[in-house]
């Protein structure tokens, strides 16, 4: 599976962005799939993991309420809808793939996308 990234961009605090993961492969369904972001200077954390059958979630707790992860098996898309954005919300995003069903770690994920940038401005 091969992962490409788009959907990044700059806005306004409050505003709203959806980030698109498109894969490439026949067995995209079959993985764990994330979101993670990284800030200058910080380590990448987790956003947001939705399961093969897209029925698992789980969210970071700095974007609980704000952030939904979905995936579409038929469109081989994985997507992060983020509300209510916050000039902290400001980071590279990536997407993330990987064949243990539950995955939550950093180090569980060993297939990735190349990252897009979201700016929150104040």
């Known amino acids: 599976v091969q992962l490409q990234a788009s959907g990044g961009g700059l806005v306004q605090a409050g505003g709203s962005l959806r980030l698109s993961c498109a894969a490439s492969?026949?067995?995209?369904?079959?993985?764990?799939m994330a979101w993670f972001r990284q800030a200058p200077g910080k380590p990448r954390t987790i956003v947001g993991t939705v399961s093969p059958s897209g029925g698992r979630l789980t969210d970071a707790d700095s974007v609980k309420g704000r952030f939904t992860i979905s995936r579409d098996n038929a469109k081989n898309t994985v997507s992060l809808q983020m509300n209510s954005l916050k000039p902290e919300d400001t980071a590279v995003y990536y997407c993330a793939a990987s064949g243990k069903n539950g995955a939550t770690r950093l180090y569980e994920y060993n297939l990735w996308g190349q990252g897009t940038q979201v700016t929150v401005s104040s």
């Open positions: 492969g026949r067995t995209f369904s079959n993985y764990m």
